[in-house]
């Protein structure tokens, strides 16, 4: 049996609007404990933000998080995977686009979340997968603490 990203997917994404502030954003994260959002307008998901993004694209450039807007800082144009996918190429996917995060959408409509960290403790032969994909290609140093603590 093939798992599909629908199996291992969060559902229950929390989002921010791209008009909010950074500073609305933070809270959000800070209020769930979670170090991403998907970013949406009018409903539709269009970027997301990361912990990261907060790092490099407000603190190390010393903008304001009450004036900066989130649709300033966000990462897009989004990446993301279908739920019929299999968890194999979204893993795949992943790693050939440096990313940890995987928002799943049907068209531009978000159902749920799916993260390098889902995958590697999910299932024992997902972590097969990932080893695989490690001697392929060399893991961002951002991946490698994750793939050192699930993989090697």
Same mark, same amino acid.
């Given at each position: 049996?093939?798992?599909?990203?629908?199996?291992?997917? !969060?559902?229950?994404?929390?989002? &921010?609007?791209?008009?909010?502030? =950074?500073?609305?954003? !933070?809270?959000?994260?800070?209020?769930?404990?979670?170090?991403?959002? =998907? &970013?949406?307008?009018?409903?539709?998901? !269009?970027? @997301?933000?990361?912990?990261?993004?907060?790092?490099?694209?407000? @603190?190390?450039?010393?903008?304001?998080?009450?004036?900066?807007?989130?649709?300033?800082?966000?990462?897009?144009? /989004? @990446?993301?995977?279908?739920?019929?996918?299999? /968890?194999?190429?979204?893993?795949?996917? +992943?790693?050939?686009?440096? @990313?940890?995060?995987?928002? !799943?959408?049907?068209?531009?409509? /978000?159902?749920?979340?799916?993260? /390098?960290?889902?995958?590697?403790?999910?299932?024992?032969? +997902?972590?097969?997968?990932?080893?695989?994909?490690?001697?392929? &290609?060399?893991?961002?140093?951002?991946?490698?603490? =994750?793939?050192?603590?699930? &993989?090697?």
């Amino acid at each position: 049996m093939l798992l599909k990203v629908e199996d291992v997917m !969060v559902e229950s994404v929390i989002t &921010v609007d791209a008009d909010a502030t =950074v500073m609305k954003a !933070v809270k959000i994260m800070n209020e769930n404990e979670i170090g991403c959002l =998907v &970013v949406t307008r009018r409903g539709r998901a !269009v970027g @997301i933000i990361t912990e990261r993004d907060l790092l490099k694209r407000v @603190i190390g450039k010393a903008k304001s998080p009450t004036k900066t807007k989130v649709r300033e800082i966000m990462t897009k144009p /989004l @990446i993301a995977g279908q739920p019929d996918m299999d /968890l194999e190429d979204a893993t795949r996917l +992943m790693f050939d686009r440096k @990313i940890k995060k995987l928002p !799943v959408v049907e068209g531009r409509r /978000l159902l749920g979340l799916i993260t /390098l960290t889902d995958v590697a403790r999910f299932q024992p032969q +997902m972590i097969k997968i990932l080893k695989k994909l490690s001697d392929e &290609v060399t893991a961002p140093q951002r991946m490698k603490k =994750v793939m050192n603590y699930y &993989v090697c």
